[in-house]
């Protein structure tokens, strides 16, 4: 069984960095040929992909947040990184990270989420 855990603080001032990781347990994130995302949901929102880093390393950002978004992993620990810079009260959200198989339209475990709130 597949486990994802994300892991950072709860409360980030505007402007910082927002760090958040996702420890995944019960497999191993460079198994051929999985996409591990990054996903959030504002309050009051739809679910927003934020990016994915795959079995290769290779990494994918959304277009509107491409600019502020990094994505790394470390294999040694099978977790992954999600950095997003210059943060403001709406990057507020619950932050979920989720394994996106080969082949299926959907995302087959998620994390159960952490909630992050932007404020001073």
């Known amino acids: 069984q597949v486990q994802l855990q994300e892991s950072g603080p709860g409360l980030v001032k505007p402007s910082q960095t927002l760090s958040l990781t996702c420890t995944v347990s019960?497999?191993?994130?460079?198994?051929?040929?999985?996409?591990w995302s990054w996903i959030r949901q504002p309050p009051g929102k739809g679910l927003e992909w934020m990016g994915a880093?795959?079995?290769?390393?290779?990494?994918y950002y959304s277009p509107s947040l491409k600019s502020r978004t990094s994505i790394f992993r470390d294999t040694s620990k099978n977790r992954f990184t999600l950095q997003l810079s210059s943060v403001t009260p709406e990057d507020t959200a619950v932050y979920y990270c989720?394994?996106?198989?080969?082949?299926?339209?959907?995302?087959?475990?998620w994390g159960q989420g952490t909630q992050v709130t932007v404020s001073s």
């Open positions: 989720a394994r996106d198989p080969p082949g299926l339209p959907v995302f087959d475990y």
């Open positions: 019960g497999g191993s994130i460079t198994t051929n040929y999985y996409y």
């Open positions: 880093i795959d079995y290769s390393g290779s990494t």
